[in-house]
């Protein structure tokens, strides 16, 4: 595959060794990305590594240790049961403050508080993050700019309708990560989707990461190497 391309990260749950090997293939195969968007688990991998960071990092940064290990009790659980602060700070030592302090052009697929996702393209980058990361219910949702945003994922889990109104006509390389939800990207001209099985992970235990993330770059060499 020729570049430059847009790659888009659909959400995953706890889809980081899926994600970082996606993005490994990517370098493996050399190929210029132009602008990253994300949400949920792909806000995550795809912000660390939009900010430089190479994917085996982006890997071992997002699966060292249980996630459970990295959220706390939230002091309003009937807003959340979690606290995402934790994670917040923990973005904060590893990201730019704001989306303009990257190299490349990134977006952060959310929900406001009525549901209604949005695509977070300016601001407080951390917070925006994390916020695409809040599962409402569980997590207790970030604040920015005075308005809660939670988990896009829960209603678009690739945010490819606003990234498109955002760059129109610009080629783009999904990683997909299925879902029991049953949801699927929307066929689309200019567009190419990766798929990766659902990750099977859990909070106090990731799985076989390593297996996960092997399986998925080649999985993408492949697919990509013949486009």
């Given at each position: 595959?020729?570049?430059?391309?847009?790659?888009?990260?659909?959400?995953?749950?706890?889809?980081?060794?899926?994600?970082?090997?996606?993005?490994?293939?990517?370098?493996d195969l050399e190929i210029p990305v132009a602008a990253v968007c994300g949400t949920s688990s792909g806000a995550l991998a795809g912000s660390l590594w939009a900010a430089g960071m190479p994917a085996h990092e982006v890997f071992r940064r997002l699966t060292e240790k249980s996630p459970l290990r990295q959220v706390r009790p939230s002091a309003r659980p009937w807003r959340g049961l979690l606290s995402m602060r934790p994670v917040v700070r923990e973005l904060t030592a590893d990201l730019?403050?704001?989306?303009?302090?990257?190299?490349?052009?990134?977006?952060?697929?959310?929900?406001?508080?009525?549901?209604?996702?949005?695509?977070?393209?300016?601001?407080?980058?951390?917070?925006?993050?994390?916020?695409?990361?809040?599962i409402p219910g569980l997590f207790g949702p970030v604040?920015?700019?005075?308005?809660?945003?939670?988990?896009?994922?829960?209603?678009?889990?690739?945010?490819l309708p606003a990234w498109r109104r955002l760059r129109p006509e610009r080629p783009v390389v999904m990683?997909?990560?299925?879902?029991?939800?049953?949801?699927?990207?929307?066929?689309?001209?200019?567009l190419t989707v990766v798929r990766s099985p659902a990750a099977g992970a859990a909070f106090w235990d990731l799985g076989d990461v390593h297996a996960r993330f092997a399986r998925t770059r080649e999985q993408t060499r492949r697919a990509l190497g013949a486009t």
């Open positions: 595959m020729k570049g430059p391309v847009d790659v888009v990260l659909s959400g995953g749950f706890l889809a980081f060794a899926e994600q970082a090997g996606f993005l490994k293939a990517l370098e730019p403050r704001a989306f303009d302090d990257l190299a490349v052009p990134f977006g952060a697929g959310v929900i406001d508080a009525l549901s209604v996702p949005h695509l977070l393209t300016s601001g407080p980058l951390p917070e925006a993050v994390a916020a695409s990361c809040a604040w920015i700019g005075g308005q809660p945003w939670a988990d896009g994922g829960v209603v678009d889990r690739t945010a990683h997909w990560v299925e879902s029991s939800v049953g949801m699927e990207p929307d066929a689309a001209e200019h």
